[in-house]
């Protein structure tokens, strides 16, 4: 039996929020050539006001939207973490995640802030673009207290749709190795190593993938099918209580029902679509 998008309800995991002035700025990179002339992604579809961004979710049967954002030079997280603290007080729908900046000196202390008193969800860390390892000996404080509060970690750290020095599963097993415990979630299924990816879901119980930007019919098609080892129905079925619904909304070039339809056209069980688009993150999040 097919299902339509208008079958399920959503917790999105993967949306970004960032003051207007800061999306200019992103969507300028991304819609301009780089250094050689190269153009750097595509061209974003949704610029939309921050109050535009939460209507245009809802309306799409988003019931819960996370708020990712990251910082890229020192100085910035913590204006990024109250500015996230005002939308959220002011939107039931948000599940806030806050940023850090490694080289930042009081660091730890707006991190407990944003924990403590601000009741953040997590972090996200957005390696490809902040360019420090997972395992970098000036994030330790942080992780420790993202663990002593059993609190979140969302890492962009696959290797798609381009890659650094600083991601990829090489870079990322020497942070989970020494903190297996953490609650932590791998944006893009780890793409373009998701098979490896997948292979840690036995042995930490505490890692999930989102499916941001994975499964999209008529998008990327074949460039991505070229290099994405994708899952099997089988291993989907074997990992459907560890897997999140992501879009990357709003920095995305296509129309966001894309997100969910590349899903839907799997075919899979209806137990298997309710899990991944809301029961999932439902219960990881502690959603009432």
């Not at 500015?83 to 080289?103: D, M, Q, S």
């Not at 890492?155 to 932590?184: L, S």
């Amino acid at each position: 039996m097919s299902y339509t998008l208008e079958d399920f309800t959503y917790i999105d995991t993967h949306c970004h929020f960032f003051p207007p002035q800061i999306f200019k700025s992103i969507w300028n990179f991304f819609e301009s050539p780089d250094e050689e002339g190269n153009q750097r992604g595509w061209d974003i579809k949704y610029k939309l006001t921050t109050d535009a961004q939460i209507n245009f979710l809802v309306n799409h049967r988003v019931k819960y939207f996370t708020t990712y954002n990251y910082a890229h030079k020192s100085g910035m997280a913590e204006n990024l973490n109250d500015w996230t603290y005002e939308l959220i007080r002011k939107n039931k729908h948000a599940l806030p995640f806050g940023c850090v900046w490694p080289e930042d000196a009081n660091r730890v202390e707006y991190i407990q802030k944003l924990l403590d008193e601000y009741k953040f969800l997590g972090i996200k860390l957005q390696l490809l673009v902040q360019n420090f390892y997972p395992n970098d000996e000036r994030m330790h404080d942080i992780y420790k207290i993202v663990v002593d509060r059993g609190k979140w970690i969302t890492f962009h750290v696959g290797t798609a749709p381009y890659h650094n020095q600083f991601v990829g599963y090489k870079n990322f097993i020497k942070f989970i190795e020494k903190y297996p415990n953490i609650n932590v979630i791998v944006a893009h299924l780890g793409i373009y190593e998701n098979r490896k990816f997948f292979d840690l879901l036995d042995k930490y119980n505490n890692l999930y993938l989102d499916t941001a930007m994975v499964y999209l019919p008529k998008v990327f098609t074949k460039k991505w099918k070229e290099k994405i080892d994708y899952p099997s129905e089988e291993e989907l079925l074997s990992y459907e209580d560890r897997i999140l619904f992501g879009s990357d909304f709003p920095l995305i070039s296509y129309d966001y029902s894309c997100s969910t339809e590349g899903l839907l056209n799997l075919n899979l069980p209806k137990s298997f679509y309710k899990k991944v688009f809301f029961e999932n993150a439902k219960k990881i999040f502690g959603i009432n």
